[in-house]
């Protein structure tokens, strides 16, 4: 059991102010340290610097993921065994530490929805995830150093309607990505696998 259990609420690691919400539905995103530069990202937060902080979010997010589905980058994850690996991490926990519904692995990110379960909180279960993950791939790569941004995305999802336009969201990324042509192609996604809440 997670020793640091209790639900952290609103809290910041970085550029991004995360929701810890205890057993709340959560759309994530990970992405791989070089997939937008720490300069670009601090030139698009000084453009939306004035807009609400709810807003600034929204936007800084969107800038993002049109960045990253451009693939730049090394895109390790585009390498069978480092999605491979990063995939049956996210399903290793799946009803033990949190419920995971929907996901996909791209080159160079990932988007998931989970709930954490009693007794996790989000912030530990995103860490372990990064850390096993980063330290098996840089071992898999003979490469060292940072293989996760630090930061990520997290964003609670707000109703039934929320949940089914994100999870259409992550399973489309990848024919969005121009990768595949239907989300049953991606080997590394949810869309191959039958879903639990059909």
Same mark, same amino acid.
């Given at each position: ?24 539905? *959560? $759309?994530?995103?990970?992405? @791989? +340290? ?6 670009? &990202?601090? /030139?698009?937060?000084?453009?939306? *610097? $004035?807009?609400?902080?709810? @807003? +600034? ?6 800038? &993002?993921? /049109? ?122 996604g949810s869309a191959n696998y039958e879903s639990r809440f059909f």
């Amino acid at each position: 059991m997670n020793t640091s259990s209790s639900p952290r609420g609103w809290h910041s690691r970085g550029y991004l102010p995360h929701f810890d919400g205890g057993e709340s539905l *959560q $759309f994530l995103t990970l992405r @791989l +340290a070089d997939s937008v530069p720490d300069k670009v &990202i601090e /030139k698009w937060k000084t453009r939306i *610097q $004035f807009e609400s902080e709810d @807003l +600034a979010k929204e936007l800084l997010m969107d800038r &993002i993921d /049109k960045y990253i589905d451009q693939g730049f980058g090394e895109c390790y994850l585009k390498q069978r065994a480092i999605a491979q690996l990063v995939q049956h991490s996210l399903q290793k926990f799946d009803g033990d530490r949190y419920d995971l519904f929907s996901w996909v692995i791209m080159p160079n990110h990932t988007h998931f929805i989970l709930r954490p379960r009693v007794g996790w909180n989000l912030s530990s279960i995103i860490k372990s995830h990064k850390s096993y993950t980063g330290r098996m791939s840089n071992r898999h790569l003979d490469r060292s150093g940072r293989f996760w941004q630090e930061d990520y995305f997290d964003r609670e999802i707000r109703d039934q309607e929320d949940f089914f336009d994100k999870i259409q969201y992550i399973e489309m990324n990848p024919v969005k990505a121009k990768l595949c042509k239907n989300p049953q192609e991606w080997e590394f996604g949810s869309a191959n696998y039958e879903s639990r809440f059909f």
